[in-house]
């Protein structure tokens, strides 16, 4: 019997009372009922006492099983019956991705956790559950929950404010429904575009991702616990996700420790920095050893090194992988324990999980002292949570589920997150009176614009959920919507259209299922259409809805604009927004986008010659409400350093003319018909004849007054351009 509490709110006086435990005899030996004590506040009850003493205290009074069920974690549908939670002391469930309830709104998800709650608190200890998801873009398992850009697109507005707000409204929505944890941010640094999880990457660098781990503070506040509906954050996956051998999922990251440590641990320790509560460990190999079995990298280098004190959690059935047989064995559970895993997500069969490590630990290959810590580790989250004192949904948040304010600051980030990568002849912004041709697969698609993790685990195509399409935002948006047809496969199109927006790209996955070994190629019924809307010689204006950079540079002279759009989520009003000039484009590529597939892997500074370089994007010129950071003062001067027949080798110098130094600068300039065969000291993209050459991150920043050279050879002649520099 539980106190019937409707809501999250303060218990003053935990009811704890006698269980009679169904134990079966294959399982556990059932520990002696505890005497009730009616309304008796114990240390651990006390929410002034310090949290350490809390632990302290309530680590004595657990028993074995109550120890080995906290580091338990199933999901929520392998749980039969619901009164096992109490019978096996589980102390956490989860929704994986295809996990759902019926009917799908944040109402029933809401009773759901609080069902299960009130059988948590019937244990005698009264210990509350955690219950994890997957908010990965917003609360993606709820119909109607607010869907913001995947990852890729936030790491393309370099606005980690803008992140820390969604991931307050993330934690409100995620509370509405009771859930106290959110398996997320991805902290993954994805090196190579061809890896299925690219899009829930902030980026390529380290230091975006570490720039926008402030979704972390706007889950749980400022420290956890601290504020209105916290949210449980979790820093996944450890470690190297991003940068296995081709891309592959869950494959293996051959790197030196200096390279891994270089490239895919700053953004862990920003996170440790920032207090994180949970870490997800990857799936993923370094140098052939899994990181469920890595000692070092979990428990010497995580929570030695760089001091994490939350506690650490496997991936979804991640230990049964490490002896190479399917299914889990004692001796599997062992390594990931002793690795420094605290909590296995099982997911399913709990009993044998829970009879295997007490058999590990009654061998004595699991020391008491790992159970310990692991506990201790898992409860101080538990108590900083608040969940002790506000163990139920509260209700006050189940309205902004979906609610306006959301969704308005989701139009916000899809409007920042956009990324203008061509525009010939200004062809954008559109003038809202232009007769205009719409097509493509994802113009009118909520399931493609929203990607993988969206009601369900690989998402779908279709209106899998309410929110805003492209086609309803330009709509929406024109003087007269009589004006705006639409085909999806662009039939009807003739020359009388001031421009047609073709909306390609891809159709949603998740995980390994979006690997793309063999190419990153546009699909036919793309082709077919852009075929089709080209032949009319209107301008094409595509509109790329992707989880990554596509293989585009053969079709991209045929296009007049290319604006990348990510997986903007439920609002594709913030698409139309920029096509309009309502809001000038300010996003900058978050990953360098490849000539070819045949590139990848290939990054910021590694010397290759990307279509489009990290850092790219163009903006309108002219006013918008909002125009880029005005451009830092420095000066390019050319030099042709030597010539021959048909070719050149020329030298350009920049020089900081302003008064602060430069963190980048750019220089484009006419190509003049010749064609730049080699480049250094920088890294080039061209396009519409012009050629631009940003700094590379080796370059660092350029003091006032000093100056950097870079070279390049070319085919053709070399003219005498007069290149442009834009510092930043
Ligand atoms: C998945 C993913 C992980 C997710 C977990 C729970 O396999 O790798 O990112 O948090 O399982 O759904």
């Not at 999922?249 to 862990?268: I, K, N, Y």
């Not at 604006?563 to 096509?579: F, H, I, N, Q, R």
């Not at 030099?639 to 980048?664: D, F, H, I």
Request: aromatic share 8%; net charge negative; charged share 20%.
């Amino acid at each position: 019997m539980s106190l019937p509490l409707a809501r999250r709110r303060p218990v003053t006086a935990l009811a704890v009372c006698a269980a009679t435990l169904a134990l079966t005899a294959s399982a556990v030996a059932a520990p002696e009922p505890v005497a009730a004590s009616p309304a008796a506040v114990l240390p651990y009850q006390d929410p002034s006492a310090p949290v350490p003493d809390r632990v302290s205290d309530l680590l004595a009074r657990m028993t074995l099983d109550d120890k080995l069920g906290q580091m338990t974690q199933i999901e929520k549908d392998a749980l039969v019956p619901q009164s096992d939670l109490a019978a096996y002391r589980i102390g956490s469930v989860l929704s994986g991705g295809d996990s759902t309830v019926s009917p799908n709104n944040a109402q029933t998800w809401a009773d759901t956790y609080d069902a299960l709650q009130r059988t948590a608190l019937t244990t005698p200890l009264g210990i509350p559950v955690i219950y994890g998801i997957d908010a990965v873009h917003g609360h993606n398992a709820v119909r109607g929950a607010t869907l913001f850009p995947h990852n890729i697109g936030l790491g393309a507005t370099r606005d980690p404010a803008l992140v820390q707000r969604i991931g307050r409204a993330v934690a409100e929505e995620v509370s509405g429904t009771g859930i106290d944890w959110d398996f997320a941010p991805c902290l993954c640094v994805a090196r190579d575009d061809r890896w299925g999880r690219t899009y829930e990457s902030y980026g390529e660098t380290p230091e975006l991702p570490s720039s926008l781990t402030t979704f972390i503070t706007g889950l749980q506040g400022e420290p956890l616990g601290e504020g209105p509906a916290p949210v449980l954050a979790t820093a996944k996956h450890y470690l190297g996700d991003g940068g296995t051998a081709g891309g592959v999922d869950q494959g293996d990251t051959r790197l030196s420790e200096a390279e891994l440590r270089a490239v895919h641990l700053p953004p862990f320790k920003e996170a440790v920095r920032r207090g994180v509560g949970a870490v997800m460990l990857s799936y993923s190999s370094w140098n052939g050893v899994r990181s469920h079995a890595n000692r070092y990298l979990v428990t010497d280098l995580l929570k030695g090194e760089l001091g994490f004190g939350g506690f650490v959690v496997s991936d979804w059935a991640a230990v049964d992988q490490l002896d190479g047989q399917s299914g889990f064995t004692g001796a599997e559970i062992t390594t990931a324990v002793n690795a420094g895993v605290d909590m296995v997500m099982v997911p399913h069969d709990y009993k044998k999980f829970l009879t295997l490590l007490r058999g590990e630990v009654a061998a004595g290959r699991i020391a008491q002292s790992r159970i310990d810590d692991a506990n201790r580790r898992i409860l101080t989250k538990k108590f900083q949570l608040g969940l002790f004192e506000r163990p139920f949904t509260d209700r006050s948040y189940t309205s902004t589920v979906g609610s306006a304010a959301h969704r308005e600051l989701a139009r916000q980030a899809v409007r920042a997150s956009q990324v203008l990568l061509k525009n010939e002849g200004g062809v954008l912004p559109l003038p809202k009176s232009a007769k205009l041709f719409v097509a493509g697969k994802s113009a009118d698609d909520i399931g493609n614009q929203s990607g993988g993790w969206t009601v369900g685990w690989q998402g779908r195509s279709g209106p899998v959920t309410d929110g805003t399409t492209v086609l309803e935002g330009i709509r929406a948006a024109v003087t007269d919507p009589s004006r705006v047809t639409y085909d999806r496969y662009g039939n009807g199109i003739d020359s009388s259209y001031r421009a047609a927006v073709a909306v390609v790209g891809e159709t949603p996955y998740a995980e390994g299922r979006g690997d793309r070994p063999g190419g990153l190629g546009l699909d036919q019924e793309d082709l077919q259409t852009l075929a089709r809307l080209r032949a009319s010689g209107v301008p094409v204006v595509v509109v790329l809805v992707s989880g990554r950079p596509l293989d585009v540079s053969g079709r991209l002279p045929d296009w007049t604009a290319l604006l990348a759009a990510w997986l903007p989520g439920t609002e594709g009003a913030g698409v139309s927004d920029v096509l309009f000039g309502d809001y000038a484009p300010t996003g900058k590529l978050p990953v360098s986008w490849p000539r070819t597939s045949s590139q990848e892997p290939v990054n910021d500074g590694d010397g290759k010659d990307p279509l489009f370089p990290y850092g790219y994007g163009l903006t309108y010129s002219g006013a918008g409400p909002t125009s880029p950071p005005a451009p830092g003062a420095c000066t390019a001067r050319f030099r042709t350093a030597s010539s021959w027949q048909g070719g050149y080798q020329a030298e350009v110098t920049v020089e900081n003319t302003g008064s602060t130094a430069l963190t980048g600068w750019s220089v484009d300039w006419d190509l003049g018909g010749s064609r730049v065969t080699s480049l250094w000291n920088g890294s080039l993209t061209t396009a519409g004849g012009r050629a631009t050459v940003r700094d590379a991150a080796f370059n660092g920043s350029l003091r006032p007054g000093d100056t950097t050279t870079f070279g390049f050879t070319a085919e053709g002649t070399a003219g005498t351009p007069a290149p442009h520099c834009a510092g930043s």
